[in-house]
Structures are given as C-alpha cells and as structure tokens.
C-alpha cells in the first residue's frame, strides 16, 4: 500500500518561504493523482494545490502565483513551493493521493483516500 510522508514545514514570517516534501513510497509518484490539502482546528479541510497523472495543476484561489505543486520523478517526491506566505497560509499540510484517475487534480480533500502525517506551517506577523 502507498505511503506518504510530508516534510518541509516550520515557522516564517509573513513574506517568507517554505517549500514542503512528500516522500512516495511502495507506488510512483507519477501513476498517482496527487494534491495537498490543508486543515487548521475547527475548519473543514481545503485542498490547496493538486497535479495530475499528466502534471495538469490546480490550485486553490487564494494561493494561484503563490505556491507551486510538482513531481519529481526520479526522486518519487511530490512538492509544494510556498512564496510570499501570509498568515491565513497557517495550517498543517497534508499530502494525499488517490489512484482513480477520475478525480485527478480535484481540490475536494473527500476524493482522495491516502494521507500522510501532515506537517505544520505557521506564518506570523
């Protein structure tokens, strides 16, 4: 069974940077669809940026110019580039992936069925 395990995440200040990793293991990176989503304490989850099987994207709104999703597939790496990071970027971040390709590059977090840990991201001002 695929795992997934998030790194990269910590504490900047508003402007800053942060670039998070997820590790793909027992599965390709490239056979998957797969996207991160977010989660801060009493909101539902939000997806915020997700690629497909064909490296087609998708982001959230809010974060298009800002965070860039890609693959790298020799490592087998899914990543997330975060600029100009606001504190409303606060959340912990999960990497998800599903193999269906239905539902490549959705951001609704529902679609997708394996998470990692998540790692947390904080933005002060």
């Known amino acids: 069974q695929v795992q997934l395990q998030e790194s990269g995440g910590g504490s900047v200040q508003a402007g800053g940077s942060l670039k998070l990793i997820c590790q793909v293991s027992k599965d390709t990176v490239s056979d998957r669809c797969m996207a991160w989503i977010r989660q801060t304490p009493g909101k539902e989850r939000e997806g915020v940026a997700a690629i497909d099987h064909d490296d087609f994207t998708n982001y959230k709104k809010s974060v298009e110019g800002r965070f860039t999703v890609s693959k790298d597939k020799t490592k087998n790496v899914l990543y997330l580039e975060m600029n100009f990071l606001k504190p409303e970027d606060t959340a912990m971040y999960y990497c998800?992936?599903?193999?269906?390709?239905?539902?490549?590059?959705?951001?609704?977090?529902?679609?997708?069925?394996?998470w990692g840990q998540g790692t947390q991201v904080t933005v002060s001002t």
């Open positions: 998800a992936s599903v193999r269906n390709y239905a539902y490549c590059a959705t951001l609704l977090a529902h679609f997708y069925d394996t």
